[in-house]
């Protein structure tokens, strides 16, 4: 049975007295969670955060990181710098990034493998924008972003990788897709894996995110392809992101 993964993205959100009472909160709830627990958390508080989190069960990592090794990369972060800060995970390709930092399927894949390649364990979004949902694209786009991680990094790779399937217009907007909605393109997503490789497709774990809260996570994870969540502005609430990875 695969196991549940429910990962907090921070985003451009908390300060160092803040997330030090979130942490408290979580690392004190955590205790009758079943799920694997993770938090995505900005750069400057890495150190604190892994300090804080250290031997506690719960995971941590970055939202972002370079497809460069080092070099002249002003403002960027590369794996090996997230490894010195204990990272187990590092999200690439989310939808803010694709969106807003111009980064294409190419330059998504070739973050993947570099976070691979360092040992971390790539939290891959994909996803579709309402304007493709609308006109029944979605299974292309999603389709597209996965081959475009294939191509460069094989099947065999996704062995090592949380997928999260993340419908741009349920981010942040308070719009979640249906579970019904999530369960389809999870199964696309496992089923075109498996056509390529079925051991590696039977054991991703494919998370969805899309304004997931307490009040409908039970649902959600309860559909058979979808393997926990990646979590925005609910996991900045202690309680809330309890509750969520309780659902899972
Ligand atoms: C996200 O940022 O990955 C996300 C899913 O955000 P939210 O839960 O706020 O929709």
Redesign the pocket.
């Known amino acids: 049975m695969r196991r549940k993964i429910v990962a907090g993205?921070w985003?451009m959100h908390g300060n160092l007295a803040d997330n030090e009472a979130l942490l408290s909160a979580l690392l004190a709830g955590a205790g009758d969670v079943k799920a694997e627990m993770a938090v995505c958390v900005p750069f400057p508080y890495l150190a604190s955060v892994s300090a804080k989190l250290s031997g506690g069960g719960i995971a941590w990592g970055a939202q972002n990181m370079s497809q460069h090794g080092k070099g002249a990369f002003t403002g960027e972060v590369s794996a090996a710098m997230l490894n010195d800060f204990g990272c187990k995970y590092v999200i690439v390709g989310?939808s803010?990034r694709r969106a807003l930092y111009g980064e294409s399927d190419e330059v998504v894949a070739d973050k993947f493998l570099a976070a691979q390649a360092a040992g971390l364990v790539p939290i891959l979004?994909v996803g579709e924008s309402l304007e493709e949902r609308e006109t029944g694209v979605t299974e292309q786009v999603v389709g597209r972003q996965l081959d475009a991680v294939i191509a460069k990094a094989g099947v065999a790779s996704l062995a090592n990788c949380v997928v999260?399937y993340?419908p741009v217009w349920?981010?942040?907007?308070g719009k979640t897709a249906t579970p019904a909605q999530a369960q389809a393109v999870h199964a696309f997503i496992r089923g075109k894996l498996r056509a390529l490789d079925p051991v590696v497709a039977d054991g991703l774990v494919i998370q969805y995110?899309?304004?997931?809260k307490a009040a409908n996570a039970a649902e959600l994870f309860a559909q058979p392809d979808i393997d926990g969540g990646?979590?925005?502005?609910?996991s900045l609430q202690a309680d809330e992101f309890l509750a969520i990875c309780r659902a899972a």
């Open positions: 993205n985003k989310h803010e979004c999260a993340e349920a981010i942040g907007t995110g899309g304004s997931v990646l979590i925005g502005g609910a």
